[in-house]
């Protein structure tokens, strides 16, 4: 057809829908090509979805899983390289945390101490005996736990070297540490007779001391020391006018297989007696009857056997008659 011919109307219809074909061809064309209709140009309802899971699959990736991981990894190769290197403190460890740790490093140090020469690991050598009486001597201006813990472990390693700076710091300490050393002294343990009566001579004084706890400390003390021949002396404490003194002093006598603080010793295996007392509660009284029923075991007498017989059916705290079953079992 002619540029300058007039124009059919059959060739413009032609015309105009071989361009509305190729127009929707192009369309068609287009979107395939982005993923959001089909081959046959119907819509696709799962082409957006998955762009978007997989969306979210990398945000979870980069920012949560990944990081986690190399968190997890991180704290795994710090615990393996602390495995690796630690290695256990020993008393001399300790000495030093004692002397140059912080504030709450030093009293720690010191009741590890305590336990581990408790244990019996004691060094049998000049220097550790000098430097835990520096340490203890060093400690008058601490923390108070420090010197307690310290004078227990004192005991515990039982060397006569210690019993003078711990009889030496009793009058200027305050009276929870002098409670603590009148008990460490009795608790000391040495196969030295002439340290053992140091001991004695030590606590003997208390026993007047204004201070009821002072005067039970240093009974229980006594007790504690096996020095019979203080047995006489510990029996005038049963008559003392504050009861927590007159118990201590039956439990002291009882250590040392003396009965003659037998009737105090079965009261305190009585609730009924133990409730007359405001001051004591239930913890306190499965406290006290089981500390009787532990020295009950080496009195071997039937009275109290039988006390204890009934405490392990009968008594109300699941402990006191478990120690009590296990005294009798023995």
Do not use: C
């Amino acid at each position: 057809m002619s540029s300058s011919g007039p124009l059919d109307p059959t060739d413009e219809s032609e015309q105009a829908g071989a361009a509305a074909e190729a127009t929707d061809a192009g369309a068609a064309a287009d979107h395939g090509a982005n993923g959001t209709h089909s081959a046959s140009g119907t819509h696709d309802p799962n082409g957006a979805g998955e762009q978007k899971d997989s969306f979210l699959r990398v945000i979870i990736h980069s920012f949560f899983i990944i990081p986690f991981l190399i968190a997890v990894a991180a704290v795994l190769v710090f615990v393996a390289i602390q495995i690796v290197t630690s290695e256990p403190q020993d008393v001399y460890d300790y000495l030093a945390d004692v002397r140059t740790g912080g504030e709450n490093r030093r009293w720690k140090a010191a009741a590890s101490l305590a336990q581990l020469l408790g244990a019996g690991e004691a060094p049998e050598e000049p220097r550790f005996v000098n430097e835990m009486v520096a340490a203890f001597e060093a400690a008058d201006w601490d923390d108070p736990r420090v010197r307690q813990f310290l004078a227990m472990a004192m005991a515990s390693a039982g060397e006569p070297a210690f019993i003078a700076p711990m009889v030496a710091a009793i009058e200027e300490a305050g009276e929870d540490t002098q409670h603590t050393l009148l008990l460490a002294l009795g608790s000391f343990r040495a196969d030295d007779g002439s340290a053992l009566d140091a001991v004695g001579d030590a606590l003997l004084p208390y026993l007047d001391h204004p201070s009821a706890r002072l005067r039970a400390g240093a009974v229980t003390g006594l007790g504690l020391s096996g020095l019979g021949t203080l047995a006489d002396r510990i029996e005038l404490m049963l008559y003392d006018a504050h009861p927590s003194v007159t118990w201590d002093a039956a439990l002291a006598l009882a250590r040392l297989g003396d009965l003659r603080g037998k009737g105090i010793l079965l009261n305190l295996l009585d609730r009924a007696y133990l409730t007359k007392f405001d001051d004591i509660d239930d913890l306190e009284q499965n406290l006290v009857m089981i500390s009787v029923i532990q020295v009950a075991e080496g009195l071997a007498d039937e009275e109290l056997e039988s006390r204890v017989h009934e405490l392990s059916r009968n008594d109300g705290s699941l402990e006191v008659r478990r120690i009590a079953q296990q005294l009798l079992a023995d």
